[in-house]
């Protein structure tokens, strides 16, 4: 019984951990909007508005309130799932946030299958052949990935892979031929294109996805390699692969049974924040391939000045970020005896 106590007291604790956090991601949001020096009633009105039509508008938007008075009624209006209405576009964030984070989604999460597979085993490889040429390939190849600019490389593999070669559709998520005959039903391209039953244009969506993907992929295996590499070798350090040396155990055998398990938080954490990086840091790649998510949607909302969708997509990551990093937490617990 005081096993169980302890238990809920813990989730309870990390349920207002969660709670404190979100509400202060909310709190820096709204700040953030409220000291934004674009005016959000001249970008309704116009410059060319009455004073009379502005002070109705700026009355009507509840700018003309103290802050505390605002941000109640911003929680309240979040509360029924209202964001405002996007100026760049004349649609409800929301709606607009929801039907641009599942590309976002749909390219992370398949740069994060390819990124982590192979930088994981990678990574052990290099630990495994530490100081080979192999290694020195392999760490040369992820310095890159850390050090290239991934806008610069986007346009070398269009230029490359499309323009010359022509080994992959361009920029977009479909061609032209069937933009406008697929439903979006789910907002999942891949998902979409299958279930209309239209195998060529489900080819030609995966035609899309594929240089995005190994894009986002390679920089996520660079960052992955790296940390797998580091952690592998500092465990093999320890007693107890000295221990299973001694007792014939090979350096695979070893790297796979004993240090892998070991290190499996560590893994968590850092395929998660590869994760989340990729879902808040795809700006640039979503410009270069013309990908239409979020960081797409929230470059165009920067350049128009647009702060309502702004804090729309910035409350969105954010609380991705949170969700996605306390679920590793517990996940990492869960898994590792150590940490509990």
Aim: charged residues 15%.
């Amino acid at each position: 019984m005081p096993q169980f106590s302890t238990h809920v007291t813990r989730v309870l604790q990390g349920l207002l951990t969660l709670l404190l956090t979100l509400f202060g991601l909310l709190l820096v949001t709204f700040a953030l909007s409220a000291l934004s020096p674009v005016d959000r009633v001249l970008q309704i009105v116009g410059d060319h508005a009455s004073q009379s039509t502005y002070d109705q508008v700026r009355h009507q938007l509840g700018l003309d309130r103290s802050l505390p008075v605002q941000f109640w009624h911003y929680l309240q209006n979040l509360a029924h799932g209202d964001l405002g209405i996007a100026s760049a576009t004349g649609q409800p964030v929301l709606h607009d946030l929801l039907a641009a984070f599942p590309a976002t989604l749909e390219l992370a999460t398949l740069a994060l299958v390819i990124g982590a597979f192979s930088g994981v085993i990678a990574g052990v490889l290099c630990a495994r052949y530490v100081g080979s040429p192999l290694d020195l390939a392999v760490r040369t190849f992820t310095l890159l990935g850390n050090s290239v600019p991934v806008f610069w490389l986007g346009l070398l593999m269009l230029a490359l892979f499309y323009a010359k070669l022509q080994w992959s559709a361009g920029p977009g998520r479909l061609d032209d031929i069937y933009q406008f005959t697929v439903e979006a039903k789910t907002g999942f391209v891949l998902i979409d294109t299958w279930l209309s039953g239209d195998h060529e244009a489900f080819k030609n969506a995966l035609s899309h996805l594929v240089l995005p993907v190994l894009l986002l992929a390679y920089y996520a295996l660079a960052s992955i390699t790296r940390l797998t590499r580091s952690a592998c070798l500092s465990e093999m350090n320890k007693e107890y692969i000295l221990l299973a040396r001694a007792k014939g155990a090979g350096e695979m055998t070893i790297l796979l049974r004993h240090v892998l398990p070991n290190i499996r938080g560590t893994l968590l954490t850092v395929i998660a924040l590869s994760w989340t990086g990729m879902l808040e840091g795809a700006v640039l790649t979503e410009t270069v391939f013309s990908w239409p998510g979020i960081g797409r949607y929230l470059t165009t909302a920067l350049f128009a000045g647009d702060t309502t969708a702004i804090m729309g997509g910035t409350l969105l990551i954010g609380v991705c970020f949170v969700l996605i990093n306390n679920l590793t937490d517990l996940l990492v617990k869960l898994t590792d005896p150590r940490v509990r």
